[in-house]
């Protein structure tokens, strides 16, 4: 089993910034780096969405979602097992539950989950 553990600092200004982290441990077969890594997350009253995704291997390929370009960017530190999200810019519609998420092949690994809040 992987156990994936979110942490970082949840409240902010307008304007502000955060990094979000995402501790994995556990039964991680074939290696962290394997592992596509995302973030996604849970407006109140919302469904969840996908924030940015970093590919598996050395290319690191990234994808954000439309509100998350320019502001957002996720990386990873395989030898340490963590990603990370360093949100900038925030508004008050970033506040949510934010969700990290390694996947490999058909396995999906989600994080508990960690409140951002921002407020004006």
């Known amino acids: 089993q992987v156990v994936i553990v979110e942490s970082g600092e949840g409240i902010a200004q307008t304007g502000g910034s955060l990094r979000r982290s995402c501790k994995a441990s556990?039964?991680?077969?074939?290696?962290?780096?394997?592992?596509?890594k995302s973030w996604y997350r849970q407006a109140p009253g919302k469904e969840r969405r996908l924030v940015a995704f970093i590919n598996s291997g050395n290319g690191g390929l990234t994808e954000y979602a439309d509100f998350a370009k320019d502001r957002f960017i996720i990386s990873r530190n395989n030898g340490l097992k963590t990603a990370y999200l360093q949100m900038n810019r925030l508004s008050t519609e970033d506040t949510g539950v934010y969700y990290c998420?390694?996947?490999?092949?058909?396995?999906?690994?989600w994080g508990q989950g960690t409140q951002v809040t921002v407020s004006s």
């Open positions: 556990g039964n991680i077969r074939e290696g962290y780096s394997s592992y596509t």
């Open positions: 998420k390694a996947s490999i092949r058909a396995k999906d690994y």
